[in-house]
């Protein structure tokens, strides 16, 4: 599981669609580059919290039962999509349709998903052996 690699590759991904979402609707601001550049900082935190929080353990857990990353995905992905989807259009729902917090919860989704399917990818240690 090359963490490192996952949490960049997600961390710019989300920063791409956060803020391609945002500049969709207010449009594009010079003066906003810099923000754009800094908000790098709590994305990466945000993406890491969500990632170490939510995906690595079952990855760790099955890694203990001995389970290849294509079964992991096939058997938890979906259950995992199902409920990242629902609380993400919740928290669009409440939030009463911010564009901010829509940017927020659609990057979350995606990058949380695609995540999913980078270490899904990746040769595991029973591939190898």
């Known amino acids: 599981m090359n963490l490192p690699l996952n ?3 997600s961390s710019l991904l989300a920063l791409v669609i956060f803020w391609t979402i945002i500049c969709a609707k207010e449009g594009l601001d010079h003066d906003l580059f810099l923000v754009m550049l800094l908000s790098f900082i709590p994305i990466f935190l945000v ?3 969500v990632i170490i929080g939510t ?3 079952i990855y760790w ?3 203990k039962e001995h389970i290849n990353n ?3 995905f096939k058997t938890y992905f979906p ?3 199902i409920l990242a989807f629902l609380i993400c259009a919740f928290g669009i729902i409440v ?3 911010d564009i901010y917090l829509i940017a927020f919860f659609v990057s979350a989704f995606i990058t949380s998903s695609q995540s999913w399917v980078w270490f899904a990818n990746e040769k595991s240690d029973h591939e190898t052996a």
């Open 7 to 9: 949490l960049a590759k």
């Open 55 to 57: 995906i690595c353990p």
């Open 47 to 49: 993406v890491t919290i």
């Open 70 to 72: 294509t079964q992991l």
């Open 95 to 97: 939030s009463d349709f």
């Open 79 to 81: 259950y995992y999509a």
């Open 61 to 63: 857990i099955a890694k």
